[in-house]
């Protein structure tokens, strides 16, 4: 016969494996112990393995294979390129500068490369290059727009509203439908010359420019070498008083040289020398007939 077990006297766990179901109770635990451990396990194994020499090689084999056949595939290939937002001119400066030659695999192409090339273009303000469905390489430009001429020691410049260069060029009359603004300086203060032109909007048929003068004012040159010299401060409205004294007495129809206006309380008038001579004719004749 078989010995009888007898029953234990305390059903009690032992100490140990009462610990150890107090930790397997732990979600922490149960997860460095189902997952971590074994994922740091593969992942050490995998680690080493690849940290063998021949087993680089093997990958960098496998790697070069992958990338060969995926650029021969036809739904990695770029067939053209499409610029959106420049102009005419614009589109075949860039199409000139990145010189691609298509077709080609999307994986031959850097983006990042290709969004440096076309920013550094004057007229670009802003571009976003990416690769649409059908194999096309999109350009979307945010091209600057000129609104003056800038001459400056280096010659004539289109710039924009915020006096980023636009473009240059040889001419005046290369963009004739914008104001002509001189001077160092003059490229700093481009929203004052703006609310200056459109003041002087009566005079547009002789308004040559405007000079910066010291980087702190303005002079308005007109026809007939006539200058109206304004304020630092209140250009506009000292602008539009010499309008209206233009209005009410045909002042700036007159042989004056100068309209100085940068003591607006105080304005004075240089006169040119024709009608100076007439003055000091007129004061001799006074002075002869008093004597």
Not at 145 to 150: H, K, R
Not at 183 to 208: F, H, M, Q, S, T
Not at 244 to 272: C, F, H, K, Q, S
């Amino acid at each position: 016969m078989w010995p009888v077990k007898q029953p234990r006297e305390d059903y009690a766990p032992t100490r140990i494996a009462y610990r150890v179901n107090r930790l397997w109770l732990s979600p922490v635990f149960r997860l460095t112990m189902l997952w971590l451990l074994p994922i740091g396990v593969i992942g050490g194994g995998v680690t080493l393995w690849a940290s063998q020499p021949g087993s680089q090689e093997l990958i960098r084999s496998v790697e070069v294979a992958v990338t060969s056949r995926l650029r021969d595939q036809p739904d990695f290939q770029v067939k053209q390129m499409a610029v959106k937002g420049a102009s005419p001119e614009l589109t075949r400066e860039i199409r000139r500068v990145l010189d691609l030659q298509f077709p080609m695999s999307v994986l031959d192409l850097d983006l990042d490369e290709i969004r440096v090339k076309v920013s550094a273009f004057d007229a670009v303000e802003h571009v976003n290059a990416h690769v649409v469905l059908g194999g096309a390489l999109m350009l979307e430009i945010t091209q600057r727009q000129p609104v003056v001429i800038w001459r400056n020691a280096g010659g004539l410049a289109l710039l924009d509203e915020a006096g980023h260069r636009v473009a240059v060029t040889d001419r005046r009359d290369g963009a004739p439908e914008l104001p002509l603004i001189a001077a160092a300086g003059a490229d700093k203060a481009i929203p004052e010359a703006l609310a200056i032109v459109a003041a002087a909007e009566p005079l547009k048929d002789r308004l040559r420019g405007l000079v910066r003068q010291g980087e702190r004012r303005w002079d308005v040159m007109l026809t007939g070498n006539q200058v109206i010299q304004l304020p630092e401060t209140g250009a506009v409205d000292a602008l539009e008083r010499v309008l209206a004294m233009d209005e009410a007495g045909d002042l700036l129809g007159r042989d004056i040289r100068v309209i100085d206006m940068r003591n607006p309380d105080r304005p004075t008038i240089r006169l040119g020398d024709e009608a100076f001579a007439y003055l000091r004719t007129l004061r001799g004749l006074e002075k002869g007939m008093t004597n």
